[in-house]
């Protein structure tokens, strides 16, 4: 039951989140009004988890993230955007499974900022929501992140503030397992990403656009684009991009990932766009779908991946010999595609830029295909209740939200630790929208069994999920397209005491 709205929680001086409708003040886990009050970042149930993550002797993982303006040649053409490295997705970090992650994020932007560790079940005050696990971090600024990294997998981070996400401020956090099971020769990592910055509107114009529901954009006056046999089954996106890129990197200047055939290449997707689905293919090759959004699936052959924004696949694909298009068309966009390549052999002819493979028309993964592995498997037990929420909007204000209401106004979804909450998230819009939860991998119970942080859920459809309450904290969930969740479709997983 969903009993409170945001506008009656508060945050105490104390920092401690207390729902004010109760009148109770900013203890915490016991004493007369227990039961009432919200598990704040800095509560003592946060470290006691933690605690637990901790393994004696875990390695430290020291790094610098930088957040600056950067001037780099992207399509062909010098852009200024705001990036962790000297191009966006460079600044990456890996570490291993267990490790304690100490990352200082230095903060050169105009803004102030934060950074969310997409799909790490990490502390809660680690999270970098803005007011909501933390302050932001002002110009000049900094701040360390200290946490464990308790699974291994493809994860990645990005700021949390505005819009932001829609310039180049996003890498990679790669979680290896020493005793990961999928061997393979080779292992890159290719980012995906729609691009604004340099080709002549801001990410504050394409918002003040599609609020006007002119242009391109609108969900209502035609704008978007129609493709009922496009795998998110109706509009795949508001802004039409000039340009998408893979690494950073345009497609006239595409890297190549090199490999000697017969070598297994891992291949580690991740779609940091904003409002872009991508359906991606490596020409001349069928893939083997190992991992979801980091956590490790029965493997299934397919041609192509379908990723909306904020997924991940890692794949293994065994190298041919020649040099291959690896392409990723925006669906149900006509923009061209983000393409990279991958060469065997020295001789063999470039691929053509704008090529289109085969293998995109091909078998595609969907959920039901993803099975989790019994090691990452939820227990059998069944879910303690049902929630529901509904995703909604009001297109001719590009307003969107939650049951109605848009953050910071949505009711949190209230949780106690120990909890599997089985959430239904119904869409009541036309658009599709990539649903995501901080803190938690959430397991698939409508359509196969994967364990994700990150669902699609398509237009006028539902997806059920399960999730076992083992983090306590502040959580977002929110829609991954930028310019929704600005708009206002998030909510929190709130556990309280
Ligand atoms: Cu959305």
């Not at 766009?273 to 779908?289: C, E, I, K, N, W």
Request: proline fraction near 6%.
């Amino acid at each position: 039951m969903r009993l409170w709205s945001r506008r009656e929680m508060i945050v105490s001086a104390g920092g401690m989140l207390v729902l004010a409708a109760c009148g109770s003040n900013a203890s915490s886990g016991s004493g007369p009004s227990a039961g009432n009050q919200l598990v704040g970042p800095h509560d003592p149930a946060v470290e006691r988890r933690d605690a637990q993550r901790r393994k004696p002797g875990a390695k430290t993982v020291a790094a610098t993230v930088t957040a600056a303006p950067v001037s780099v040649s992207i399509g062909g053409r010098m852009v200024d955007t705001w990036s962790f490295g000297d191009r966006p997705s460079l600044g990456g970090i890996r570490a291993q499974v267990g490790d304690l992650i100490e990352a200082k994020f230095v903060n050169h932007l105009p803004s102030a900022n934060t950074l969310h560790w997409h799909g790490i079940a990490l502390r809660n005050d680690m999270d970098g929501v803005h007011d909501l696990t933390q302050k932001p971090v002002g110009k000049n600024g900094e701040f360390t992140y200290r946490f464990t990294v308790p699974d291994a997998g493809t994860y990645w981070f990005h700021p949390h503030m505005g819009l932001e996400l829609d310039r180049g401020l996003y890498a990679p956090l790669i979680v290896e397992d020493p005793k990961d099971p999928i061997a393979s020769d080779v292992d890159v990592t290719l980012m995906l990403d729609d691009w604004l910055d340099g080709y002549g509107r801001t990410q504050e114009q394409v918002l003040a656009g599609l609020q006007d529901g002119g242009g391109h954009s609108g969900h209502q006056m035609g704008g978007g684009s129609m493709d009922m046999g496009s795998m998110m089954g109706g509009l795949n996106g508001d802004v039409t991009y000039p340009l998408h890129v893979i690494n950073g990197r345009g497609p006239t200047e595409r890297e190549t990932f090199a490999a000697k055939p017969g070598q297994r290449v891992r291949m580690r997707f991740i779609n940091a766009g904003s409002d872009t689905a991508y359906r991606l293919a490596v020409g001349g090759h069928r893939m083997t779908v190992t991992h979801a959004d980091g956590f490790p699936v029965e493997p299934v052959d397919v041609d192509c991946v379908v990723l909306g924004m904020g997924e991940r696949y890692d794949v293994i694909v065994t190298a041919a010999s020649g040099a291959f298009p690896i392409v990723a068309v925006p669906e149900g966009k006509k923009d061209p595609a983000g393409e990279a390549v991958l060469r065997t052999s020295t001789g063999a002819a470039t691929p053509t830029t704008g090529s289109r493979p085969n293998e995109l028309k091909g078998k595609q993964i969907t959920y039901e295909d993803l099975t989790a592995t019994k090691a990452v498997r939820f227990s059998s037990k069944s879910p303690d209740r049902t929630e529901t929420i509904h995703l909604t909007a009001d297109s001719t204000k590009y307003r969107h939200g939650i049951d109605n209401e848009s953050y910071p106004n949505t009711a949190p979804i209230l949780i106690r630790q120990g909890e599997r909450l089985r959430l239904r998230i119904v869409n009541d819009t036309m658009m599709f929208h990539p649903i995501h939860l901080h803190g938690h991998t959430f397991q698939m119970v409508s359509a196969g069994s994967a364990r994700k942080d990150t669902v699609n859920v398509l237009p006028m459809s539902s997806v059920d999920v399960d999730i076992d309450a083992d983090n306590p904290g502040q959580w977002m969930l929110h829609c991954h397209n930028t310019y929704h969740f600005e708009s206002g479709m998030a909510t929190t997983l709130s556990y309280r005491s």
